[in-house]
């Protein structure tokens, strides 16, 4: 050893006296390992049989047979993976419902407008309660959503209002939704959408549209989407969905899709997925940036039933299981700030984890229409972890 390397190595001696955590696994100690599952980050393009070291809160290591005095949950045989994501719900309508999404694995949550300017204090105060984060989008109609339709009278679609209630809750609005189907916006859809963008333009925040059936084009709509904004209800079935009938994706949907307009899927119950769509969709190779349910307690029995059943409907439909995951954590984290630091298990990222079952057997996945399909793989809820501890699993 020559002097230089003795001063190295007497440094390196000084750093471990002081701080042991410095030598790795074997010295270190952490709060939870979730051992022996198929870890899945394709955040890091990561998919081996691991285990997942967690200390204060965030992933602490990530690699085979870690051992330390630890509370573990075994994941043998079961996907780890990064908690989901949802960025298409309605669940701070109630207080409670944020909750029952965390079973499910859900570890961050977007209510999409289920509520305007009159009323945005109620979702916000539940989004603020709720066990993971969770944000809300104002609905561009003030009166949120109405069965008559949000803003079937334009006058709702109150420019001056919603300014004033993000300028209240910075923190807890991420962006603006503008429902503008045929039921929801009738002929206004155009001018609803314009003003949703002038709101948000004012604060620098991403519009989601809910788009399918609506009056207008996509050729006349979509030029008004600017990059970050989301297009939730990807598959819906004409009048105007986004391809035409030859099975081309409109020129419109793929010059959005480039100037940085994400695409999500939005599950929900009635007029948003039919299979056939899907079918030329995903044929035309215009694949979904993230997945969402558009969750409401009434989806848990038909439909929807758990974020997990819905990514389960694109391994049915032949996307590959990376890239289903993909939607639901890492995709979907880049569309909201609230989850940047989130959707991944790298070291020293929150330790939010899911674990999920994936089952082989015969399973009915139903789209919005009363058509059933039958795939052969579908997910299952296990475990979550959230901020490094273990939530209650669903009763
Ligand atoms: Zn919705």
Excluded at 278 to 306: C, H, M, N, Y
């Amino acid at each position: 050893m020559n002097r230089r390397q003795f001063f190295r190595s007497a440094a390196v001696g000084a750093a471990v006296a002081r701080f042991p955590n410095v030598l790795g696994a074997k010295a270190a100690k952490y709060d939870l390992i979730v051992k022996g599952g198929r870890v899945i980050d394709p955040s890091r393009k990561l998919d081996a049989v691991r285990d997942v070291a967690i200390a204060d809160g965030r992933i602490a290591a990530i690699a085979a047979n870690i051992t330390a005095d630890a509370e573990t949950i075994d994941a043998h045989g079961k996907l780890v993976v990064p908690g989901l994501i949802d960025i298409h719900t309605h669940a701070a309508r109630m207080k409670d419902w944020p909750a029952m999404c965390l079973a499910d694995g859900v570890t961050g949550l977007i209510d999409a407008g289920s509520q305007g300017a009159d009323h945005i204090a109620d979702p916000i105060a539940n989004a603020k309660s709720a066990p993971q984060p969770c944000r809300v989008l104002i609905n561009i109609g003030r009166a949120g959503i109405l069965p008559d339709g949000d803003t079937m009278d334009i006058n709702r679609a109150d420019v001056a209002a919603a300014r004033e209630a993000i300028g209240r809750n910075r923190d807890m609005i991420a962006g603006v939704k503008a429902r503008l189907s045929r039921d929801v916006a009738g002929p206004n859809d155009f001018e609803v959408l314009k003003r949703a963008q002038e709101v948000a333009s004012s604060f620098q925040l991403p519009v989601m549209i809910h788009m399918g059936q609506t009056m207008s084009p996509l050729s006349k709509l979509f030029p008004l989407l600017k990059s970050g904004d989301v297009v939730t209800h990807m598959f819906a079935p004409p009048p105007n969905s986004i391809v035409d009938d030859d099975g081309h994706i409109l020129p419109e949907v793929m010059a959005a899709r480039k100037r940085g307009v994400r695409f999500d899927l939005g599950n929900g119950r009635s007029g948003h997925l039919r299979w056939d769509m899907a079918d030329s969709i995903l044929k035309a190779g215009f694949l979904p940036d993230t997945f969402s349910t558009d969750w409401t307690p009434e989806g848990r029995t038909s439909g929807v039933i758990d974020f997990p059943n819905v990514m389960s409907k694109f391994l049915m439909l032949g996307m590959p299981l990376d890239h289903v995951i993909a939607c639901a954590t890492i995709n979907a984290s880049h569309a909201f700030p609230v989850f940047h630091d989130r959707g991944t298990l790298k070291v020293g990222a929150p330790a939010d984890v899911a674990v999920l079952e994936l089952r082989e057997g015969s399973f009915e996945f139903a789209d919005n229409f009363g058509n059933n399909r039958t795939g052969r793989q579908r997910l299952f809820p296990s475990a979550t972890v959230l901020g490094g501890k273990r939530v209650a699993s669903r009763g």
